[in-house]
């Protein structure tokens, strides 16, 4: 080639952009069931070693990127799903009972009278869970119960550390922790 003369398009090595964008529109097509899981892993090699972009472009020609009607009814889909979370989050809020942190060492929780919180909810275990106080902060231990205790939506797995403004979920009942009384 003479000097000065630039190379055509085609022969330009592909940036990392470029490698990303791909790497995604595999990533949707396998997620979509476009690809399978082995195609996918080795056409993802393939777009890290391509030294064209000619290359790339032939590793993602049966793979289409989504039309703009398609990507905009996904993404509004999203909006408006997230919306509705919202929406369900904030209309529960208020309406779910509170349940007032303790200032005493040790709380029961659970479905039996003996228990300091009596839950009357059959999906409450007799010793569902503990509440306690120590050193100024409240965790929270479930009691091996059959249907799990749940702290904003997380599942109480060991002691968990608690605080006023939790959403706690035990069974079906759902409580919003509040900051103790003077």
């Given at each position: 080639?003479?000097?000065?003369?630039?190379?055509?398009?085609?022969?330009?090595?592909?940036?990392?952009?470029?490698?990303?964008?791909?790497?995604?529109?595999?990533?949707?097509?396998?997620?979509?069931?476009?690809?399978?899981?082995?195609?996918?892993?080795?056409?993802?090699?393939?777009?890290?070693?391509?030294?064209?972009?000619?290359?790339?472009?032939?590793?993602?020609?049966?793979?289409?990127?989504?039309?703009?009607?398609?990507?905009l009814v996904l993404a509004g889909v999203t909006w408006l799903s997230s919306w509705s979370n919202d929406?369900?989050?904030?209309?529960?809020?208020?309406?779910?009972?509170?349940?007032?942190?303790?200032?005493?060492?040790?709380?029961?929780?659970?479905?039996?009278?003996?228990?300091?919180?009596?839950?009357?909810?059959?999906?409450?275990?007799?010793?569902?869970?503990?509440?306690?106080?120590?050193?100024?902060?409240?965790?929270?231990?479930?009691?091996?119960?059959?249907?799990?205790?749940?702290?904003?939506?997380?599942?109480?797995?060991?002691?968990?550390?608690?605080?006023?403004?939790?959403?706690?979920?035990?069974?079906?009942?759902?409580?919003?922790?509040?900051?103790?009384?003077p």
């Amino acid at each position: 080639m003479a000097s000065g003369v630039t190379q055509p398009v085609d022969r330009l090595r592909p940036s990392a952009a470029d490698r990303d964008r791909a790497a995604e529109l595999l990533r949707r097509a396998c997620l979509d069931q476009r690809l399978s899981a082995e195609t996918f892993s080795g056409r993802l090699d393939l777009v890290y070693a391509a030294r064209t972009r000619a290359e790339l472009d032939r590793l993602l020609g049966d793979v289409p990127e989504p039309r703009l009607l398609r990507r905009l009814v996904l993404a509004g889909v999203t909006w408006l799903s997230s919306w509705s979370n919202d929406v369900r989050a904030a209309w529960r809020q208020p309406r779910t009972p509170r349940l007032v942190l303790p200032n005493r060492d040790q709380v029961l929780i659970g479905r039996s009278a003996a228990c300091d919180f009596v839950i009357a909810d059959g999906t409450v275990s007799a010793e569902h869970a503990v509440l306690m106080h120590i050193d100024g902060d409240w965790t929270l231990r479930d009691n091996g119960s059959t249907n799990g205790t749940y702290v904003n939506g997380l599942r109480v797995v060991d002691e968990m550390l608690v605080r006023a403004g939790d959403e706690l979920a035990l069974g079906y009942s759902r409580f919003i922790l509040a900051p103790p009384r003077p």
